[in-house]
């Protein structure tokens, strides 16, 4: 327990400005969508103009790009990129921080197992992640509503909102095997940003060819908005492997992390 609130109060200042940075976003984007649906006709007109590739690389749907769960499943994308960003950071950090800081042998002295410790960190992320979400998706829900001058369907916001979390977490798995496969990561943040623009790359390409083989490749694909606004649901197939890839990479950071060794300072 101590470990945990550790590294909480570690997080503390990040999960701050990553919480407050999505909401600013939220309530940017959304604050523009009642002069943007003034005139939305004419918006229409000038996207229809645009590479039909080009509009499926940036999630731009002609159709309901007037609707406020059109426009912000259109923003989720950077939205979704700033998340990505800070789960990303979070797990490349979770061990390469000790190393890079010196202390990981200081902390194995201690009369705890590494999974214990190992377990503390992924807690204290995770938590971390669950505090960002909970401001954000109760940011978008308001802002959605005071925005718009029409009824539209929360549920499906919600999961738009919520799919955000699932591919935080997907993203936290892969960071925290990164970090225990290369402890001596000197810039946590270059690793972070070449990853995470690694993978929106991919998925924009994916979305301009229509390649469903590509989509497994980038989580960002996993969660896709169309989707959810046509079925309230969420695709169990990405679902799936998703779910294989936390579990995958959590399982494989435990087992390696208990098995290397430490070099000390």
């Not at 550790?6 to 990040?14: D, G, N």
């Not at 970090?179 to 972070?192: A, G, Q, T």
Request: aromatic share 14%; hydrophobic share 55%; charged share 15%.
């Amino acid at each position: 327990m101590n470990m945990y609130l550790h590294e909480l109060r570690v997080y503390r200042k990040s999960t701050i400005i990553w919480t407050l940075a999505q909401m600013s976003l939220v309530v940017l984007f959304l604050a523009i969508f009642p002069s943007f649906a003034s005139d939305a006709q004419a918006f229409k007109e000038m996207l229809e103009g645009f590479p039909e590739e080009l509009r499926k690389a940036i999630g731009l749907s002609v159709d309901s790009i007037a609707t406020v769960i059109g426009f912000y499943s259109y923003i989720f994308l950077y939205l979704k990129l700033c998340g990505a960003i800070q789960a990303m950071n979070l797990g490349t950090s979770l061990v390469s921080k000790e190393t890079s800081e010196k202390t990981a042998d200081f902390l194995l002295t201690k009369p705890v197992t590494r999974y214990q410790i190992l377990s503390a960190k992924l807690l204290a992320a995770f938590t971390s992640l669950i505090v960002t979400n909970v401001f954000f998706i109760g940011t978008t829900i308001m802002m959605a509503i005071f925005v718009s001058e029409k009824e539209f369907n929360v549920t499906v916001l919600f999961l738009i909102a919520v799919s955000l979390f699932l591919m935080q977490l997907i993203f936290l798995s892969i960071g925290v095997i990164v970090s225990v496969v290369f402890p001596k990561i000197k810039s946590v943040i270059s690793v972070s940003l070449g990853t995470v623009f690694g993978f929106f790359m991919v998925a924009m390409v994916s979305s301009a060819m229509d390649d469903t083989a590509l989509r497994y490749i980038t989580p960002f694909n996993y969660f896709n908005t169309s989707y959810i606004i046509e079925n309230a649901s969420y695709e169990g197939s990405f679902l799936l492997v998703g779910g294989l890839i936390i579990v995958a990479a959590i399982s494989a950071s435990f087992y390696i992390y208990h098995k290397r060794d430490v070099h000390t300072v």
